[in-house]
C-alpha cells in the first residue's frame, strides 16, 4: 500500500525509488464489444507475477481514454505494487458522452479480463473514474457480473445525475444538511451542452456547435478560432453563451433542457437503483472538486447507511477531480492525510492484494 501511495503522490521519495525500480511492462491490447468492435486496452504487468490479482480502472469521460496521465499513474502504481492493471477505452466516453451504451461495454471489459489465464479471477478490483464510477456501480447489478468484483470501488462520481449536471452551471450544491457555492469548472458546463445540445428549443447547427465544444475538451481549443471563424453568426451566439455567459439565459436554457432529459438522467442515477444495491462500496471523492462536487458522494452514503448498506467513504482534501490541489496544512498535515489515505486504500484491496 505504501508502494501504492508513495508512486500516485508526488513526493521526493517516490522520485527517488524510481532509480531502483524496474518500470512495469505496459502492453498495448484489446476487448470486443457486443456490437463485435474490437477497443483498445491498455495493461499495466507487475513483475515476475503469474496469476497475479487484477485491477480494471474505468475511465471517466475524456478524449484522452486510456491514455489519461493521472489514470496511467495510478496503474503503474499498482502494477509495482503486483496488481495486473487495465486500462480499457470505453468509446463513447472517449467521445465525451455519457450513454447507457457505456454499461454494456464496461461490462464487455469486465468479462474480457475475468477469463485471462494471467490474474485471479477471485482477486478482481475495479474502479470507475468520474462519470464513470455510477456507471459501472449499475454494471454490476448485471446478471452477467454474478461473480461480482471482490472490490467495487467509485470515484469522484454522482449520486443524482441531474444535481451534478446543474452543479456544473450553477456551482450549487448540498450534502442534504449543508449548502456550498464553488465555482464550477468550465469543461462541466462544455460537457453538458456536448451531450444534450440537440434538447435546445433552437439549438442553430449542433454538429458546428459540438465539433467546437468538442475541440475545447480534446484539443484545448487548438482548432477553435479556426471553427469559429467559418461558422454562421447564431452559432458564434450559441457558443459565446456556453463558454463564457454566467447569466440567468444560460441557467434558463439548463433548465429548459433538464425538463426533457429527465427520463434520460434518471436511470442512470444510483438514487434510482439504490435499492438494488447488495453489495459493498467504497467511495472516494476529492474535496476540492469543481467537476461533480463532493457533496453527492456524501449523500450516496447517506442514503446507503440508512438502508442499511455497507459502504465505506474517503473525502481527500488533497485532491480535486483528477488532480492534486496545493496542500495548505504543512508538512505535518500532509504526512496525516497520506496515511488516511493509505489506511482507506488498504481496506478497499484488501480482499485483492
Known amino acids: 500500500m505504501l508502494t501504492i501511495v508513495l508512486n500516485v503522490v508526488p513526493n521526493p521519495v517516490g522520485r527517488l525509488l524510481t532509480l531502483f525500480r524496474r518500470e512495469p511492462a505496459v502492453e498495448t491490447s484489446s476487448y470486443t464489444t457486443t456490437e463485435g468492435e474490437t477497443v483498445p486496452m491498455r495493461i499495466y504487468h507487475p513483475e515476475k507475477l503469474k496469476n497475479a490479482p487484477a485491477l480494471i480502472l474505468y475511465p471517466g469521460i475524456t478524449p484522452a481514454a486510456e491514455e489519461h496521465e493521472a489514470v496511467n499513474m495510478l496503474a503503474r502504481a499498482t502494477a509495482l505494487a503486483g496488481v495486473r492493471t ?8 472517449k467521445e465525451v458522452l455519457v450513454r447507457e451504451e457505456s454499461i454494456e461495454h464496461m461490462i464487455n471489459v469486465y468479462e474480457a479480463v475475468e477469463i485471462r489465464e494471467d490474474i485471479d479471477k477471485d482477486r478482481i478490483a475495479c474502479v470507475g473514474m468520474s462519470f464513470g464510477g455510477s456507471l459501472f456501480i449499475k454494471a454490476c447489478l448485471d446478471e452477467r457480473l454474478k461473480n461480482r468484483p471482490a472490490s467495487v470501488i467509485s470515484y469522484g462520481s454522482y449520486f443524482d445525475f441531474k444535481e451534478a449536471l446543474q452543479f456544473a452551471i450553477t456551482g450549487r450544491c448540498s450534502d442534504g444538511k449543508k449548502e456550498y457555492v464553488f465555482e464550477p469548472h468550465n469543461w462541466g458546463r462544455i460537457v453538458f451542452f456536448h451531450n444534450y445540445l440537440e434538447y435546445l428549443d433552437n439549438p442553430c447547427n449542433p454538429e458546428n456547435v459540438r465539433a467546437y465544444l468538442l475541440d475545447q475538451v480534446a484539443n484545448d481549443g487548438e482548432n477553435g478560432d479556426e471553427l469559429y471563424a467559418a ?9 459565446d453563451k456556453i463558454v463564457s455567459d ?17 427520463n434520460i438522467l434518471l436511470p442512470l442515477s444510483p438514487i434510482q437503483f439504490l435499492d438494488e444495491i447488495d453489495f459493498p462500496l467504497y467511495l472516494m471523492h476529492g474535496a476540492s472538486d469543481t467537476m461533480i462536487p463532493f457533496t453527492e458522494t456524501v449523500r450516496f452514503r447517506r442514503a446507503l447507511e440508512e438502508r442499511g448498506k455497507e459502504v465505506h467513504t474517503f473525502i481527500s482534501t488533497l485532491y480535486a477531480h483528477s488532480e492534486i490541489e496545493g496542500y495548505g496544512k504543512g508538512p505535518l498535515g500532509l504526512i496525516s492525510e497520506l496515511w488516511r489515505m493509505g489506511r482507506f486504500m488498504q481496506d478497499m484491496l484488501r480482499p485483492v492484494l
Not at 487495465?86 to 466516453?93: A, C, E
Not at 454566467?246 to 429527465?262: A, L, R
Open 231 to 239: 461558422f454562421p453568426e447564431e452559432d458564434k451566439i450559441l457558443i
Open 246 to 262: 454566467q447569466s440567468k439565459e444560460v441557467v434558463e436554457m439548463v433548465q429548459q433542457v433538464m425538463d426533457k432529459i429527465e
Open 86 to 93: 487495465f486500462l480499457p477505452r470505453i468509446p463513447d466516453m
